[in-house]
């Protein structure tokens, strides 16, 4: 499985932007999904994860009510809908898919797609 991720930016605090990953290989639709991100000299954190079928999402608490995970099966393609965006969400975000719904840490995916910048000025 191959991922790519697309969408960031620069935009002013209280800005949106929409992240995509795009799947490649056929086998999106039975693999757990998440973004990542990892601001310099910060280790890599986990910020929304989704199921399988995208029944089930987890948010970790600094984004909960601001960004949204979504994914299409049919589409091959996750999103992250950010808004609300604060200086403290700048960092490189990744998409990750693994075999485990909902995995909180990274070592749960093994497939990665390259980082997009986000950076949220103040």
């Known amino acids: 499985v191959q991922l790519q991720a697309s969408g960031g930016g620069l935009v002013q605090a209280g800005g949106s932007l929409r992240l995509s990953c795009v799947a490649s290989?056929?086998?999106?639709?039975?693999?757990?999904a998440g973004w990542f991100r990892q601001a310099p000299g910060k280790e890599r954190e986990v910020v929304a994860t989704?199921?399988?079928?995208?029944?089930?999402?987890y948010y970790t608490n600094s984004v909960k009510g601001r960004f949204t995970i979504s994914r299409d099966n049919a589409k091959e393609t996750m999103y992250l809908q950010m808004n609300s965006l604060e200086p403290e969400d700048t960092a490189l975000y990744y998409c990750?898919?693994?075999?485990?719904?909902?995995?909180?840490?990274?070592?749960?995916?093994?497939?990665w797609g390259q980082g997009t910048q986000v950076t949220v000025s103040s």
């Open positions: 290989g056929d086998t999106f639709s039975i693999l757990a």
């Open positions: 990750a898919a693994g075999y485990y719904d909902n995995g909180g840490s990274p070592n749960l995916y093994p497939y």
């Open positions: 989704t199921s399988r079928n995208g029944g089930r999402t």
